[in-house]
């Protein structure tokens, strides 16, 4: 290379031929040139082939960065142009390009490389190293440059997207691990911020500040997020360092958001080096805490913050130009780091998940130890239930002798006490048998469900109504019985066995207490799933609330007990001269099949 120059150009984009030229090196910024101009630079760069023995080979030409947009030219000859020369420009600064020159392009002697950039003020604006060599050699550093610029980047952005999916995943999951979802959070703003690094338009937004900004809100907001990420990862929560965290973040949000156009690289720079500081600050906090607590996990991502903290401050310092030229390290470090913090991330889970399955053997094994205490509990349990069982029985079986036997007992001792002459011996035989018959259904039928029920009431009522008619015409006790001709809904076995031990013994307490006259039975079906009995007599009466405060009456209790049994209801009233009594049964299915 002869000379490299360098001219701003008409708006239109045409080549200054009266400008001055100004001698440069590159790479050139031409703001500390021509502070605050945005436009058209030209650069002018003269070059000889020399080839050894007159031979010529191929050349070949490598541009490291245009910023931000431009084209190029060999001898008045166009070879390439970016897509957008005007806003929203091409960004062309991260996207190293190479050609190899036509021969037919090539003069023998000097030949002139032309290249405009278009820029703006506030980005830094003008034109990288320009390579120009052997085309093998110039296509080899191509290939290096892209491998450093851009697919170093492209796979970091890939790692970072995929396990902030990951990670996104597991915080829905499990909510609880919020230091998934602030790893998450964190990697969805450091692939906003690594885009900038890839994007060759600024798409979606309408201008090249515009980018900027948002890129200069996603590390802030990435800073942010690793702050809460790494509190979480250590277990500690700081109300108020966190609410002063974000109220700093805002205030810079702020600040990037309202800044004029003007003012925008000093406020990107307060952003970049406020956001800088916060996250160095916050890695030699961490690894602080990680020192002190000495806990494997965090020592590891302590260790990783510190490779962080190195490759920061070297590239800081590049950044500002305050040590020499050369590589930065981010692009390599970035991707280590994010693996070896995901990996981390995947150790804690991984122990999470053994942790959870110790829980879930201990938990079944407490399960079973439950099991065989409950299965002990059970065996006490039905022990006692057989024994309540056998007591219940034993007690169903007094009330069916009391209701039963013991009625027709009360019969025939008032038929023998009434008789106006000495029974017969055929007589008396008459009387055991039929006493023999109530036992014989006391035994037979009990309180079992699988007692027939008579066709119709009249068939159930007629040997209740044998039985007690010729008691009562002998005590000359007048007796009314009034019964539907069919059921319109069957009681259940154990309702129609509870009906008539009711009647036995209430029409037992008649013979015995009453001194009626008269007695009226009258069972009706107002409604098809309701049957109702109603038994009247013109005795004596009873007080029926003191009857049931002292309880001596077994007949009272045993016929309460019974309807309640077959899910009835029994109401008692008594007056001299009127005593009612009425049992009400629900004849619904599920209520007779519960029973």
């Not at 509990?377 to 002798?401: F, V, W, Y």
């Not at 307490?509 to 799933?529: E, G, M, T, Y």
Request: a neutral charge.
């Amino acid at each position: 290379m002869l000379s490299i120059t360098a001219a701003q150009g008409a708006a239109e984009g045409s080549r200054p031929d009266a400008s001055p030229w100004q001698p440069v090196t590159l790479p050139d910024d031409w703001a500390k040139r021509w502070p605050d101009y945005s436009g058209t630079v030209w650069y002018r760069i003269d070059w000889q082939r020399q080839c050894p023995d007159g031979q010529s080979g191929s050349v070949g030409l490598t541009l490291e960065s245009v910023v931000m947009a431009g084209e190029v030219f060999i001898n008045d000859e166009l070879i390439w142009r970016d897509a957008h020369l005007t806003e929203p420009l091409s960004r062309s600064w991260n996207l190293p390009r190479y050609w190899r020159l036509p021969e037919s392009l090539l003069r023998d002697g000097v030949n002139t490389l032309w290249l405009r950039v278009v820029g703006v003020s506030q980005q830094t604006p003008g034109l990288g190293p320009v390579h120009l060599g052997a085309a093998q050699a110039m296509q080899a550093l191509q290939e290096d440059l892209w491998w450093n610029n851009r697919t170093l980047y492209v796979l970091n952005l890939i790692i970072s997207a995929v396990l902030g999916a990951l990670f996104f995943c597991i915080w829905i999951v499990r909510r609880e691990q919020t230091t998934y979802g602030w790893y998450a959070l964190m990697a969805l703003f450091w692939v906003l911020f690594v885009a900038n690094v890839l994007a060759t338009s600024p798409w979606p937004f309408a201008t090249t500040l515009m980018a900027a900004r948002a890129n200069s809100m996603a590390l802030v907001l990435y800073t942010a997020c690793f702050c809460l990420f790494t509190w979480r990862f250590s277990e500690r929560f700081l109300p108020r360092t966190e609410r002063v965290l974000w109220a700093v973040a805002a205030a810079m949000l702020a600040m990037l958001a309202i800044t004029p156009d003007t003012a925008l690289p000093e406020a990107q720079r307060a952003a970049v080096l406020g956001s800088a500081g916060i996250f160095l600050a916050n890695c030699l906090q961490f690894c602080a805490h990680a020192w002190r607590t000495r806990r494997p996990e965090q020592r590891m991502l302590a260790a990783c913050l510190l490779i962080i903290f190195v490759v920061i401050i070297h590239d800081l310092l590049r950044l500002m130009k305050l040590i020499g030229p050369g590589p930065t390290y981010t692009s390599f470090s970035s991707i280590a780091v994010t693996l070896c913090m995901s990996a981390i991330l995947g150790l804690r889970h991984a122990r999470n998940v053994r942790r959870i399955e110790r829980f879930n053997h201990e938990l079944a094994d407490s399960i079973a130890e439950a099991r065989t205490e409950l299965a002990t509990t059970l065996e006490r349990e039905h022990a006692l239930a057989m024994s309540n069982t056998r007591l219940q029985e034993r007690l169903q079986i007094a009330h069916d002798l009391h209701d039963g036997l013991g009625g027709s007992l009360v019969r025939m001792m008032a038929m023998v006490e009434q008789a106006k002459a000495p029974l017969q011996g055929q007589q008396f035989l008459s009387m055991l048998k039929l006493l023999r018959d109530d036992l014989r259904q006391t035994i037979d039928s009990g309180s079992s469900a699988g007692v027939k029920v008579p066709e119709t009431p009249p068939e159930w009522a007629a040997p209740l109504r044998h039985r007690f008619v010729q008691l009562f015409d002998e005590l000359d006790l007048d007796s009314s019985w009034q019964f539907p001709p069919q059921w319109t809904t069957p009681p259940s076995p154990l309702q129609c066995l509870a009906l008539t031990r009711l009647v036995e013994e209430a029409l037992t307490n008649v013979v015995k207490h009453s001194r009626a006259r008269r007695v009226q039975l009258q069972l009706q079906q107002p409604q098809p799933d309701q049957l109702q009995l109603r038994i009247e007599d013109d005795g004596a009466g009873f007080d029926v609330a003191a009857v049931r405060q002292a309880g001596v009456s077994v007949g009272m209790r045993s016929m309460h007990a019974r309807i309640t049994r077959v899910h009835g209801t029994l109401d008692i009233s008594s007056a001299p001269g009127k005593t009612v009594l009425t049992a009400v049964l629900q004849l619904r299915p599920a209520a007779a099949q519960s029973v």
